[in-house]
């Protein structure tokens, strides 16, 4: 059986990295991710831009092609300012981009001021969907509105325990979850996974 490994990062300091409140990641490149995972039998998966990355995409450019020499299923989601030109978003989606990621929670992407807009602007033109890494919070503030985006994904499962009635729902409208970044929960991950398969099991990727 493969795995496809639906969020990890890539961290490669030959390229830009900008710290965020004074932190920044160690190195993480691809040979250190294909040697982490090797045992996986892991076939292709999502290499996902953090915040320390912010509008970079060098990184991410040299990350794709360096996985897709090895295996031609690796895919990208990046982040991008809301002005960015149509020709660019098609030479991203053409190097394997598929999603825009809004981190509202960290910071480092675009303001959510523009989500609307960008997500209906990057589904029309490439099919892209909207990852948002967003805190229980903001889930709540922004739940109608996510029901109504195109096609979007929420990261690490809410993160906090206070968002699951709001997970809950978007989960049952078809809104996919990722279930990751176990280190970040407030909750216990795996009774929590167990809560969500029964609400929508096909809404649910595991990285």
């Known amino acids: 059986m493969s795995v496809f490994d639906a969020h990890f990062h890539i961290i490669d300091s030959r390229f830009p990295l900008v710290s965020n409140h004074g932190f920044l990641p160690d ?3 691809v ?3 294909l040697e982490r995972v090797s045992l996986l039998n892991i ?3 999502v290499v ?3 915040s320390f990355q912010a509008f970079d995409q060098s990184y991410l450019l040299s990350a794709l092609a360096l996985l897709n020499s090895r295996s031609n299923n690796f895919v990208g989601v990046t982040q991008v300012p809301h002005d960015i030109s149509d020709g660019e978003l098609l030479k991203l989606d053409a190097a394997g981009v598929r999603g825009v990621r809004f981190n509202l929670f ?3 992407s675009e303001r959510v001021g523009y989500l609307c807009y960008f997500a209906q602007r990057v589904y029309d033109l490439c099919g892209w969907h909207i990852e948002l890494y967003i805190s229980s919070e903001g889930l709540y503030h922004l739940q109608d509105l996510i029901k109504n985006l195109p096609k979007v994904c929420i990261d690490h499962m809410g993160m906090e325990k206070s968002s699951f009635p709001v997970v809950d ?3 049952r409208h ?7 970044g176990f280190g970040r929960v407030d909750f216990d991950p795996i009774k929590r996974l167990q809560e969500m398969v029964l609400i929508n ?5 595991f990285g």
Not at 174 to 180: D, F, L, S, T
């Open 27 to 29: 190195d993480f490149d």
């Open 201 to 205: 099991p096909n809404a649910l990727m």
């Open 31 to 33: 040979e250190q991710y």
């Open 43 to 45: 076939k292709s998966g």
């Open 106 to 108: 960290r910071g480092g």
């Open 48 to 50: 996902v831009s953090g």
């Open 174 to 180: 078809g809104v996919y979850v990722k279930v990751c």
């Open 169 to 171: 729902d978007l989960l």
